[in-house]
DNA sequence: GTTGCCTGCCC
DNA sequence: ATTCTGC
DNA sequence: GCAGAATGGGCAGGCAAC
């Protein structure tokens, strides 16, 4: 397959946000690509370079993809970075600069898609001196070869920001377009759907010849004939009965890749070995699967109303998520939230668990602990995450306790158990106390056994509570409303805005990141960023929207002064700040930093005298760790 | 030899 | 991590 | 209700620059 033919796929799937349309237009090329491009053509699609469990990374953002386009287009970085701050995409600069020297240049290789994927992965060999300039070359050497458009996603590709609104949830769907039965007249009405198809692969895609039609009574029964008949076309009585039976579809492909998170190996089961090869998928105690995410509740009340009541509320603490693992063999690993493998760093935790009657697969959280049992701040613990130097001294500097909250095997998947069954097995396993744990939690009926349990929670020292269904499956990687989070709304900060930055991708028009300062004798001492929480759209609802056009024009009559994408401002707009923590910082001059910055509002009634002061900064900063015990 | 920028990944 | 947005 | 794309601070490691 030609990159060529990729890089359009990705001209078309950037030029609208309708899902069906990306679904149609995926499914289409991956139905007519070779089976062993499968591989690469999926990743790419993903904007990975690697598979998820794959430890290997480029080693290339920003920075060295300047230098890249520098090489390769010979620009200056200053003129590079102008661009950028115009465009908000390095592939459009790329893209920019191939246009301007295609005129110059005679001939180009035609890239086809294996070869840019293997180059690709070679951005992660590590040679010690001289590794960047490797991958400059490497990068270089294919923008040769490229045209504007493939020029574009080159880059895009090793930035890892595809920014086509494609993610692992259009590609599963094309999975199951592409390779499995389907439920006639769903999306027969989409016109983009056809589109898609007749354009990129005509009428003659392996599944659409030789269908036999199956008429079914129930989803249930179309599943069925769907595993014996690879080939169908079901019909369904009706179509709240044909989207029951393209859900249970979906499901199928969504558990093989909950137990896999290898969306190459499914797709060639799902066109090998259809429904029935991606049932048999199953959880392998060894290797990780994604981690259950939460949601963030505004109060208390919506989020015992999104769990529903009789609920469970555990502490929330304040560590890092480990997925702890003991294989057939009784052998133990470790896997963060990202899927990264961090037993060796944690030589403790493989102790605390190895007697455990594996196989077992724990979902828990990792709290570092001083001499008294004290919890220690995050950024304790994160010493030890990426640690890969003299790991038995930081075992031993920094303790940690694991508190237990879930398991997803135990005797086989415990994923489609209710939670309640889950944490009984929590119980079962894990001591209520010592270094490994279950983590803190009570049976709520009512409001107020919540309410009552949050303030022990804060009183502990932890960041909040979590609220969790009953009978809620387990799903990795998704963030539901059945497990929910709730923590304290801590006050604003008034501060003053004394740099900015333009933004990327769609926010390229608009200033979207801003630095923040304090007052104290006179000057303005920065004490973050901030840059979320504006909007980009204008609320009419609202009156009090604070967009991000409207602080951009604010802040232009401030400019002092350009640089890339940076901007230097006359300190006189204040802004009031929410944040979860403020923390000591080892860069910003203030001496702190905001943990979880987000914008409020504007204070345009405020002048930058009457930001807060670094007095009430320290004096925040010494309050926050009593809430709770008043 | 030391410092500082860059990257990726925790939150 | 938080937040906003489109489907 | 969910996924995706914007954005935050700080950490270790690794390379380049000094």
């Not at 898609?113 to 180059?119: A, E, F, G």
């Not at 009789?310 to 502490?315: D, I």
């Amino acid at each position: 397959m030609r990159f060529s033919q990729l890089a359009s796929c990705f001209l078309a799937l950037e030029a609208t946000s309708k899902r069906l349309e990306k679904t149609s237009r995926v499914s289409a090329l991956i139905r007519q690509c070779d089976l062993d491009l499968l591989e690469p053509l999926l990743l790419l699609l993903q904007g990975r370079i690697y598979r998820l469990i794959d430890p290997r990374e480029p080693g290339v953002s920003d920075r060295t993809m300047i230098k890249a386009l520098q090489t390769a287009y010979g620009i200056s970085p200053a003129a590079i970075e102008t661009r950028w701050r115009k465009h908000g995409d390095l592939g459009l600069v790329a893209e920019e600069l191939a246009k301007a020297q295609a005129q110059v240049r005679l001939v180009a290789e035609t890239l086809d898609l294996q070869r840019v994927h293997t180059t690709l992965t070679k951005l992660a060999v590590h040679e010690g001196a001289g590794a960047i300039d490797h991958k400059v070359r490497l990068i270089t050497e294919l923008l040769s070869h490229a045209d504007p458009a493939e020029a574009r996603y080159i880059v895009r590709l090793v930035l890892g920001q595809l920014r086509m609104g494609v993610g692992e949830g259009i590609i599963r769907d094309a999975i199951c377009w592409a390779f499995l039965p389907m439920p006639k007249g769903l999306f027969d009405s989409n016109e983009h759907c056809d589109d898609a198809k007749d354009n990129s692969s005509g009428n003659k895609t392996p599944t659409s010849g030789n269908r036999t039609v199956f008429t079914c009574d129930t989803a249930d029964d179309a599943l069925i004939i769907a595993r014996d008949n690879p080939q169908a076309l079901l019909i369904l009585p009706d179509e709240s009965a044909a989207r029951q039976a393209y859900n249970l579809i979906i499901s199928t492909v969504q558990h093989a890749l909950d137990v896999s998170n290898d969306f190459a190996a499914v797709a060639l089961v799902a066109r090998t070995r259809g429904i029935g090869g991606l049932q048999a998928m199953d959880i392998t105690p060894g290797k990780p699967l994604k981690v259950m995410l939460a949601q963030k509740a505004e109060s208390m009340e919506k989020g015992l109303a999104s769990v529903g009541l009789p609920c469970q509320a555990e502490y929330k603490y304040d560590g890092f998520r480990v997925q702890i693992h003991i294989d057939p063999h009784q052998e133990v690993s470790i896997f963060t939230r990202r899927l990264e493998n961090v037993t060796r760093q944690f030589p403790d935790i493989v102790s605390m668990v190895k007697d455990l009657p594996g196989p077992l697969i724990l979902d828990a959280e990792a709290v570092g602990i001083d001499q008294d049992g004290s919890f220690l701040p995050f950024q304790s613990i994160s010493q030890r995450i990426r640690r890969k130097h003299r790991i038995a001294d930081s075992v031993r500097r920094l303790r940690v306790q694991v508190h237990v909250f879930d398991v997803l095997y135990r005797q086989g998947s415990m994923l489609s158990r209710p939670f309640q069954e889950r944490r009984k097995a929590v119980q079962e396993l894990v001591p209520i106390n010592g270094p490994l744990q279950a983590a803190t939690a009570t049976t709520i009926a009512e409001e107020k056994d919540a309410v009552a349990f949050y303030e022990k929670a804060l009183a502990a020292h932890n960041e909040g509570i979590m609220l969790k269904a009953f009978d809620a499956p387990y799903r990795p990687g998704s963030r539901v409303g059945s497990m929910v989070k709730v923590k304290p709304v801590m006050d604003g900060l008034d501060l003053v805005i004394v740099e900015a930055e333009w933004g990327e991708g769609k926010r390229a028009t608009w200033l979207t990141s801003f630095t923040l300062a304090c007052q104290h004798q006179g000057t303005c001492l920065a004490i973050g960023k901030v840059g979320t929480g504006l909007k980009e759209k204008l609320d009419d609802s609202d009156e009090e929207t604070l967009t991000f056009a409207a602080i951009t024009e604010a802040l232009r009559p401030l400019i002092e002064r350009q640089e890339g994408r940076a901007v230097w401002l006359r300190p006189e707009l204040v802004v009031e700040v929410a944040f979860e923590e403020i923390q000591k910082s080892p860069s910003y001059a203030s001496g702190y930093a905001l943990r979880f910055p987000r914008m409020i509002r504007l204070r345009e009634d405020r002048a930058a005298d009457d930001a807060a002061s670094l007095d009430e900064v320290r004096i925040a900063y010494e309050q926050q760790y009593r809430r709770g015990l008043t």
